[in-house]
């Protein structure tokens, strides 16, 4: 058994969505003070790091984190890879991606995993993300849970879209994963995320194992 975690470090230097508030760490107690422990605060939005949305982020029908079903955040998932230069993955792309039958949850490391092996600290607007027509696709394919490499599932300036048709249809958005140091094929994934009460996101702890 081999065990990745593909979970982001939550801190001051990790890139957030832009107009997002900065990730900040306040020492409330310090030993190296004086004080009998550390303590520390930390400021910061629920769609930070490695996440997951609740369909309540872009649907506002008060179905919030603490509600998703564990049943599809923990079990197998199918890891692919797209090497396409492109900026969207299409239904096309996902298509030509031969994703074997019966797949309820689907992981998509692209080039974007790099900037978490570089260790980048800038938001960037480039990334690979879904389109709707691919969004589309996964539905139909019953896909219960789709993973990203970066901070959103959606192209940026475009993520109305994609994110109401997954979310409508009760997939689970799984996104800020880094996988840099996973190959293709199928692992066994638990994603927990911050059980948050009445929260549109929350941040995850998330493993594959092998």
């Not at 990745?4 to 409330?28: C, H």
């Not at 997951?52 to 603490?66: G, Q």
């Not at 797949?103 to 092996?117: C, H, M, P, Q, Y």
């Not at 190959?183 to 009445?198: A, E, H, Q, R």
Request: glycine share 8%; aromatic share 6%; charged share 20%.
């Amino acid at each position: 058994m081999k065990i990745f975690d593909i979970t982001l470090t939550i801190s001051p230097g990790l890139p957030v969505w832009q107009g997002d508030p900065v990730i900040q760490f306040i020492q409330l107690s310090d030993m190296n003070k004086g004080d009998s422990c550390n303590v520390t605060h930390i400021s910061m939005g629920v769609h930070v790091g490695t996440h997951v949305d609740a369909p309540h982020h872009f649907l506002n029908d008060n179905r919030t984190v603490e509600e998703l079903d564990l049943n599809i955040l923990i079990g197998r998932a199918y890891l692919i890879e797209i090497t396409d230069p492109l900026d969207q993955i299409s239904d096309k792309l996902l298509e030509e991606a031969s994703i074997p039958p019966g797949v309820e949850r689907l992981l998509i490391k692209t080039r974007n995993s790099e900037l978490w092996s570089r260790g980048t600290k800038e938001f960037i607007k480039d990334f690979v993300a879904i389109n709707n027509d691919g969004a589309n696709w996964l539905v139909k394919k019953g896909i219960k849970l789709i993973g990203v490499d970066y901070l959103s599932v959606a192209p940026f300036g475009d993520g109305v879209p994609t994110h109401r048709t997954l979310l409508t249809a009760g997939v689970i958005a799984l996104e800020g994963l880094n996988l840099s140091q996973v190959s293709p094929g199928y692992y066994d994934i638990y994603c927990l995320p911050l059980k948050i009460g009445d929260s549109d996101g929350a941040p995850a702890r998330v493993i594959l194992i092998k």
